[in-house]
């Protein structure tokens, strides 16, 4: 009850958009709390265990909201540092912080954290790494490569079937999952966060093992109707 007569009372020298933000509550309920002003008021004022009633089952409290911000800035500490932040990390953080400040009814349910993640703009992201640009001369580069080809078999009399393809792939030794956030046995840093919306780049620090790898390198002669070499060397 405190809390909607707290609201109001900042509606009346601020605009509702501006309440809503600062109460973090929709547009809507400031106005019609707004509108309820007097009977708000009066069933505050009124004696008994009605107002106790009220004030148990009518919105958020304000601790809950300072308990939110810390646990935000906790989020982002630990993003800063590229840590996986699960959702349930996040629900046992909210649950501690609430135990820590007496709010023992708390239970950091399924629906807490989705209305959480709205209000501060989260969400579960994969794991990203920094995009790699296309060359703005990437056709210049392809018509320079058929013309360097045509020049070369020109220059050297050789066949078509000599033309061999080849390509590289790198074999890492520790990819972690793109389908969980949940830390399980055989996956030591999950793909999956909850980072903020629309970020480009979603880091997420890993065991290092990923850095090791096989390079392989295949290739395949023209002239030949299959088959084809194969070649793993360890970097």
Not at 31 to 41: D, E, P
Not at 146 to 159: A, T
Not at 194 to 207: F, G, S, Y
């Amino acid at each position: 009850m405190e809390f909607k007569i707290e609201a109001v009372k900042f509606a009346e020298t601020h605009s509702n958009r501006e309440t809503a933000r600062k109460f973090q509550v929709d547009e809507s309920m400031v106005r019609r709390w707004v509108q309820n002003k007097a009977n708000l008021n009066a069933a505050y004022d009124q004696p008994g265990p009605s107002k106790k009633k009220l004030k148990l089952g009518c919105g958020r409290k304000p601790c809950l909201s300072t308990i939110e911000d810390k646990l935000m800035e906790k989020i982002a500490h630990e993003r800063e540092q590229q840590h996986h932040v699960s959702s349930k990390l996040i629900t046992v953080w909210a649950k501690t912080m609430a135990d820590e400040n007496g709010l023992t009814e708390f239970a950091a349910s399924r629906g807490w954290l989705c209305n959480f993640l709205r209000r501060f703009n989260l969400t579960l992201r994969r794991r990203t790494t920094t995009e790699q640009s296309v060359p703005h001369d990437l056709e210049e580069k392809i018509s320079s490569l058929i013309e360097f080809n045509k020049k070369q078999r020109d220059l050297h009399k050789f066949l078509l079937s000599m033309i061999a393809n080849m390509d590289e792939i790198l074999l890492w030794a520790d990819v972690p999952s793109a389908t969980t956030d949940v830390p399980s046995a055989t996956i030591d840093v999950p793909s999956v966060t909850v980072d903020k919306k629309r970020r480009r780049a979603v880091p997420i620090r890993t065991t290092g093992h990923d850095e090791n790898f096989l390079h392989c390198v295949s290739g395949h002669e023209s002239g030949r109707d299959k088959g084809g070499t194969l070649r793993c060397d360890p970097s």
